[in-house]
Each structure stands twice: as structure tokens, then as C-alpha cells.
């Protein structure tokens, strides 16, 4: 089933690169390496505009013996497309394969409409690869960034990632996210039984691990600040409760487990505190735990249900949702203590708010002719655009250079992932090899 | 106690001619004969139907007034029972109010709590698909509370009684439709 998916997909692969005329729909696009037997995520890039910045990626030149599977370059290629900023240049249309600057005729790559030209080296050194690579105007033949890397021979997509993240930001000035991770949840059927698995991949969906697997829900994985840590709700117990799971040990918390719900946690900036939604005293509020002492402050107190609160970027005021104008809707208090404001009216449904890191923006899930897709409001103008075009969108999580959005929803009755770029509209899909997958959490850029 | 059961109690009762034609609904089925009687309880609850024809065959004569009274008791005893059957009660979108049709098998519930204060009850409330995942949950919990506090101010207790809402993540029916959100939004009283 795997392979027909692939052919089709590789079909589909080179009709789009046919097509290259105004925006490029239906340009799908499968990474496959070594296809690992556990449920992974596949890609799609389902989306590509014309606007995207052109950069050829050279074929490093390789010496020693490198491991079989995705070559450093590729890696690079692919994370710069899904960027939806940048196109690609297919390696086979290259006139030359320099990989130093002064093998570098500007005059090709001119002739071939690039603005940028990535070229490099990687060697083999006992159980190390370290990469020297070079990114060079086109327009100006001028070197605008010159580094070498390096990283053990089982660990180069982390290099190849590094290398995407120096690239982008050399060209637009704002960090690359290609090193960070996402958190999902994926659920399958296994003998008649639904089976919940929390996993951590890399942003292009590789390398997943399993973190906890449960065939009660999963839900709400948030990143500590500093990308160490996630805090879920799990109903493992057969009632909600709230866990802190240290990744690298694999240790577990179980930190908030009162009489009803214990959900939707959110993390400080600093890391110290949870914010979440508690009904211990009779209905859905909000709550922030100081970590440490585990002491509880209460920070909502309406009849109404109050919940998914997310600290704004400034670490000061804080939104959520709360349906008590009859309906959900976004409010914001500008400090634990202040009155909430509401900020969305554009619609009778507006939920689950996620800051900008830039904190220019909230996102939400919002309806729209009975459909519900992603918004975001500019908080300065007020101004909302409704960015998604599907029907039941849900849990967007921004990546923390604020230039992508992640969100879940439905593709032929399976729930799959989605990525947008805020920038440029492109978009890919991350649906699972098998099943559901749903609750994407963007980890902070873990230094 | 079982359906077959229950149905005779009714038998037996319309059979001395107590129910002259009276069902709940006010609807009598005439059937071909003794011992064909239909007894539904459908989701708008209320609307039982019994049917019974008239050539009986127990004699009124042979029953004593304990007998009678007794007869009484159980049909009506059956009559809360066939309620009780339904254990699933639904909402519209984004609500929690119990709906009128189901206020009726609700009471019978409680009464039935009331009378036997050993028996426990999970309440789990559910939301469909649509929205975000923990405002669901909440709704869920709200709906599980409505039903908690309804089945509490008609005669159950609250140490019997314990909710907790899964929100969308165990829908009854998968599907985007209507009719699968309409399924999905629900109470389910969980016996233990």
C-alpha cells in the first residue's frame, strides 16, 4: 500500500513540474529514505507559489565513505521547498556542479534564473562527517555566508537541518526552524482497540519516536520553553490528568489530577509555571500551578467555561477562550489580575488561541460559514484573515520564527497535519502512514 | 429483570382490563392475539406502546385484591424499567441543555438511584468533532454536570454519581456528518 502511494505520488511529482505556471497546485511530493515498519508521517507538498525565492543546492561533493540514504544536499533541498519560501532547482537541470566558490560560473546559474547558489563539501573522518559549505548571491556574485559544520555519521540530517536554518536566514534574515521538532499525537486501531501514541519528528515528519503509547486519549502536548520537556493530558487513569515527561529520560509527572477536568497546559516563558484549565471548583477555569511547590492560583471566576489559555509573548498577559457571551470567543487580560477583553467578533465560534512569538498575532480556530479553519488577528489593527481553506481545522501551533503554522484536520475522513507559511501561503500536508494523526505542537529552536 | 418479563406484567394487566386502552401515549395496538404485545421506548422517550388483545384468557376472578394490586406494581415497575433501557441522552451544538424528551426516562433513572443507593453510575459526556479539542472537553464535562444535577434534584444522590468528559476524543459514530455530530454529542449513563 506504501509503494502505490509513493508512485502516485512521484506521478503527481513531475505532471506539477509540467505544469510551472502560476501558483502550483497539487505538486505532491513523497520523502522516502528508508521507509521504517512503524507508523511514520509522510509528506506532501500540497501547495508551492511562484513567488518562492529561487536557490540552486549543489550536490555536496562527497569524500570517504558516507552512509547510504538521504544525501546531506537533499536534506537541504527538501527543507528549503517546504519552507514554501523557497524553490528548488532539480539537480539534473544544473549546467555545473561546483562545490567551491571559485568553480562557480555566475553566468549559469543566472541563465537558469536562480537567485542564490548553495555549494559544499562533506568529508568522511572515522565516525564524523563535517561539511564546509558556501551560499553566494547570484545576482551579485557576492559570498554571503562561508561555515563549516560537522556531526557524527549517524546524526546528518541534524547537520543537513543546521545547514537549511544557516541558509534561511542568511536570505531572510529571520532564524530557520528546520532544526526544531513537532509533537503529535497519532491514533490507530490495533485489534479493534484504539491505540494513542505522542511522538516527536523532526519538522519534515522523520525521525519519529514514540514517547507514551495509551489506548486511553492523548492530548494537548505543550514544549517547555526550553524544548526539554512536554506537558500533556492523558486519560490513561480513565480520567484526564495533566503529566510533565522529561524527554531525554523518558520520566514521567503526574502533576495535576483533581475531581474533573485537568487539561490544557500551557507553559510559562520562564519555564517555572503551567497555566491550566481545572474544574475542581465546579466548572472549567483557569488556574496557573507554580511547578516547584505545585501551589495553585486561580485566575478565572465566571460560570462560564474558561479554557486553552496561552501565555501572550510578552509573558505579562495572557488569552483564552471563554463562552461567556454564549458562544466561544478569544479574550485577553492583560495581566493575571486585569479584566478579560474580549478580541474576537467575527464570528459565533473563535477558540483555542495561540500568540506569535513576535506577538503581533493570535491564531485561533474560527467558523466561518460552518466551516472551521484557522484565523489569525493582527493585535495592533485588529485586522483577522481567515488563513486555511478547509472544514473542521483544528489546534494551530505557530513555529517559533512565527513564519509557519501548524494545524490539524481532515483529508478523506483521516486527520492529518498541516503546515502553512504565513509568508507565502504554500502549504504541505503531513497525513500518517497509517491512521490519524492530530494535536501538532511546534517546539520551541532548542539551542 | 428482562423484557420478557416486563411484558408479561403487562399481559397480565391489560388482560383484566385495568389499561382500558390506556398506553402512556394514549396509542393502542391491537394485535393478532395474546402474547404478541409490542413494548418500545423510543429515544424521545414516552412513547411506549403495548398492545394486547382482548381475548385475554386470565380470568379477572381468580385474582385476589393482593394479587391485583401486586400486578399493578410490577407494570408499573416494568414501565420504569423499559425507561431505564435508554442510557444515552443527546444535546444540540455548543449545548448542555437536557432536552424535554428526555426529562421523563431521566426521572426514572433517578428514581431507580434513589431506591437502590448501592448502584453507581459513570456519567460521560461527549462532544462531536467540530471546534477544539479542550473546549470540547469542557462541554462534555458541562453536559455530564446537566445530567448530574438533574438526576441529583430528582432523588439521586451525589456519592453515586461521577462524571468525566472525554470531549471529541470517543465519538459513538465516525463520520462528518449531521447525523454522525448529532450521535456524538451525548451523555452516557455507564451502570457499574
New interface residues.
Given amino acids: 500500500m506504501l509503494a502505490n502511494t509513493v508512485c502516485r505520488n512521484r506521478n503527481n511529482l513531475r505532471r506539477a513540474a509540467h505544469a510551472g505556471h502560476g501558483m502550483v497546485w497539487s505538486l505532491l511530493l513523497v520523502l522516502l529514505a528508508a521507509m521504517p515498519a512503524q507508523a511514520e508521517l509522510l509528506i506532501r507538498i500540497t501547495e508551492g507559489v511562484e513567488s518562492a525565492i529561487p536557490v540552486a543546492v549543489v550536490p555536496f561533493k562527497e569524500s570517504g565513505s558516507l552512509p547510504a540514504g538521504d544525501k546531506v544536499s537533499d536534506i537541504v533541498r527538501t527543507d528549503l521547498n517546504i519552507s514554501g519560501e523557497f524553490s528548488t532547482l532539480a539537480p539534473e537541470k544544473m549546467l555545473s556542479l561546483p562545490s567551491r566558490g571559485d568553480e562557480v560560473y555566475f553566468r549559469d546559474w543566472r541563465l537558469l534564473g536562480q537567485r542564490y547558489l548553495l555549494v559544499g563539501e562533506i568529508r568522511q573522518l572515522a565516525d564524523r562527517a563535517s561539511v564546509r559549505f558556501e551560499l553566494f548571491d547570484v545576482t551579485s556574485e557576492k559570498r554571503i555566508l562561508g561555515e563549516t559544520a560537522g556531526a557524527p555519521l549517524n546524526n546528518l540530517r541534524s547537520l543537513a537541518h543546521h545547514i537549511s536554518d544557516k541558509v534561511y536566514e542568511a536570505i531572510t534574515g529571520v532564524p530557520g526552524v528546520f532544526s526544531t521538532r513537532l509533537a503529535y499525537v497519532t491514533l490507530q486501531s490495533a485489534n479493534g482497540k484504539p491505540l494513542y501514541k505522542l511522538q516527536v519528528s523532526d519538522v519534515d515528519g522523520k525521525r519519529s519516536r514514540v514517547r507514551l503509547e495509551s489506548d486511553e486519549?492523548i492530548?494537548?502536548p505543550a514544549w517547555s520553553p526550553d524544548g526539554r520537556r512536554l506537558a500533556y493530558v492523558s486519560?490513561e487513569t480513565?480520567?484526564?490528568a495533566v503529566y510533565i515527561h522529561e524527554l531525554a529520560s523518558g520520566q514521567r509527572t503526574r502533576i495535576a489530577s483533581f475531581p474533573?477536568?485537568n487539561?490544557?497546559p500551557a507553559w510559562s516563558p520562564d519555564g517555572r509555571s503551567l497555566l491550566l484549565?481545572l474544574?475542581k471548583d465546579g466548572?472549567?477555569e483557569i488556574y496557573k500551578m507554580d511547578i516547584a511547590s505545585r501551589s495553585l492560583s486561580r485566575l478565572t471566576e465566571h460560570w462560564s467555561?474558561d479554557?486553552?489559555a496561552s501565555w501572550a509573548a510578552d509573558g505579562e498577559g495572557l488569552f483564552f477562550?471563554s463562552?461567556r457571551s454564549g458562544?466561544?470567543q478569544i479574550y485577553y487580560k492583560e495581566s493575571e489580575r486585569a479584566e478579560p477583553r474580549r478580541i474576537t467578533f467575527g464570528s459565533r465560534?473563535n477558540?483555542?488561541p495561540r500568540p506569535s512569538a513576535d506577538g503581533k498575532f493570535v491564531y485561533y480556530?474560527h467558523?466561518h460559514n460552518g466551516a472551521?479553519q484557522i484565523a489569525r488577528t493582527n493585535l495592533e489593527t485588529g485586522q483577522e484573515t481567515v488563513l486555511t481553506r478547509t472544514?473542521?481545522d483544528?489546534?494551530p501551533s505557530v513555529s517559533p520564527n512565527g513564519r509557519m503554522l501548524i494545524y490539524a484536520t481532515?483529508q478523506g475522513?483521516q486527520s492529518v497535519l498541516t503546515v502553512i507559511s504565513s509568508e507565502s501561503g504554500a502549504s504541505y500536508t503531513l497525513p500518517a502512514s497509517e491512521g490519524d494523526v492530530r494535536?501538532p505542537a511546534w517546539s520551541p529552536i532548542i539551542r | 429483570m428482562n423484557i420478557s418479563m416486563h411484558h408479561k406484567a403487562f399481559a397480565l394487566v391489560l388482560s383484566l382490563g385495568l389499561f382500558a386502552g390506556c398506553s402512556s401515549t394514549g396509542e393502542t395496538v391491537q394485535d393478532e392475539g395474546y402474547g404478541t404485545d409490542v413494548s418500545t421506548v423510543d429515544q424521545t422517550g414516552g412513547s411506549t406502546v403495548y398492545g394486547g388483545g382482548e381475548d385475554g384468557g386470565v380470568s379477572s376472578s381468580a385474582l385476589t385484591e393482593a394479587e391485583r394490586q401486586q400486578a399493578l406494581l410490577e407494570a408499573e415497575q416494568a414501565a420504569e424499567a423499559a425507561k431505564r433501557d435508554i442510557t444515552t441522552f443527546y444535546f444540540d451544538f455548543d449545548t448542555s441543555e437536557i432536552k424535554p424528551e428526555a426529562r421523563e426516562v431521566l426521572i426514572a433513572h433517578a428514581r431507580y438511584l434513589a431506591t437502590n443507593p448501592g448502584q453507581k453510575v459513570r456519567l460521560e459526556g461527549h462532544a462531536d468533532e467540530r471546534g477544539t479539542k479542550e473546549y470540547n472537553l469542557a462541554l462534555g464535562e458541562r453536559r455530564a454536570n446537566a445530567v448530574q444535577r438533574f438526576l441529583i434534584v430528582n432523588g439521586a444522590s451525589r456519592g453515586q454519581l461521577e462524571t468525566v468528559s472525554y470531549g471529541e476524543e470517543k465519538p459513538a459514530v465516525m463520520g462528518s456528518s449531521e447525523s454522525s455530530w448529532a450521535q456524538n454529542r451525548r451523555v452516557e449513563l455507564i451502570f457499574k
Fill in positions: 486519549p492530548l494537548s486519560f480513565g480520567k484526564p474533573g477536568l487539561s490544557a484549565t474544574s466548572n472549567a467555561i479554557t486553552e477562550t463562552d458562544g466561544p465560534y477558540a483555542r480556530v467558523q472551521f472544514q473542521l483544528e489546534s481532515k475522513g494535536e
